[in-house]
């Protein structure tokens, strides 16, 4: 069908590996229609042999850790990369735009994960406000109800996600910093800080494994070197705000009564942040 390539598919397949393949045209036979329908044949064959072949196999597999990832935080998702495939793990990184956040959670609670840094739980934000990098309600969810250990970092939450021009006029006249092309992002305030506390709060209270909340003292997102700006471009302010950010940690503190918290004086994308949320991890897989 010519809907595989419209927007209607993409939750479907952007947390799975299924493919589609989009025909063109509606479904008449001709030339073109023949064409992409052999070639989705010849695609699903490969695809089968490749699977009955994989079955066969008696090889082991590393244990999988998940760690969620943005852009901005890079330098962290480098290096705890690093350390977790030294130890002999492997690693998946899950891109925190929505769709991400699903994989990560349908791999958690199929137990294909072995534990999960989550290092980028911006998709919170976005659930909380609106805005388009949402993964759902069932973020934060999964590997919880699986009780697999969890260290769980406030990543990118100082920021909802928006396509330029798309802003709604609820939020005008807040602080925002065009990213590039497509995205502008709003600089999350006290109040949604608070109210993002104490929902990660809740959701990690009802697992039933292992859960840190670690906490950058220094500033959540790379975003901290910028200024913030108007709907229009104009410069107003700066990113860094560790008031509005202490408003998280003062809810988190609140509101958690499972696992434990820890506030380190570094930044997000430190080496020694990112080698304390490895070293975190491995307290509860390698006691």
Known sequence: TPVAATAAVQWYVA??????FPTIGDIVLNRITKAVMENAAFAVTGMATSWDKRCIRTEDHQPLIGVSSFGNLQ?????????????????MHFHASGPGGKAL???AGQGELTGV???TTSELTDLLTGGVYSAGDGRLRSA????????????????????VGE??????????????????????????????????????????????VMIPTQGFSQHIIRET???????????????????FTDTM?????????????????????ADACVEELMKSLEP
């Open 167 to 212: 802003c709604p006029e609820r939020y005008k006249s807040r602080e925002f910093y065009q990213y590039n092309v497509e995205i502008l992002l709003m600089r999350t305030n006290a109040e949604e800080m608070a109210a993002l506390g104490q929902m990660m709060a809740e959701r990690l209270n009802d697992a039933k494994g292992p859960v840190t």
């Open 15 to 20: 947390e799975s590996d299924i493919a589609m």
């Open 75 to 91: 330098k962290s998702v480098d290096r705890i990369t690093k350390w977790l495939e030294a130890r002999g793990y492997e690693v």
């Open 229 to 247: 700006q108007d709907i229009d471009g104009n410069a107003i302010g700066s990113w860094l705000q560790p008031e509005t950010d202490q408003a």
């Open 144 to 163: 919880g109800a699986a009780g697999i250990p969890q260290v769980v970092v406030p990543g990118a939450i100082d920021h909802t996600n928006w396509w």
């Open 117 to 119: 840094i989550d290092l």
């Open 253 to 273: 503190r609140q509101h958690l009564t499972h696992g434990r918290i820890v506030e380190l004086d570094f930044h997000i994308n430190d080496h020694e942040f």
């Open 105 to 107: 959670e349908n791999l």
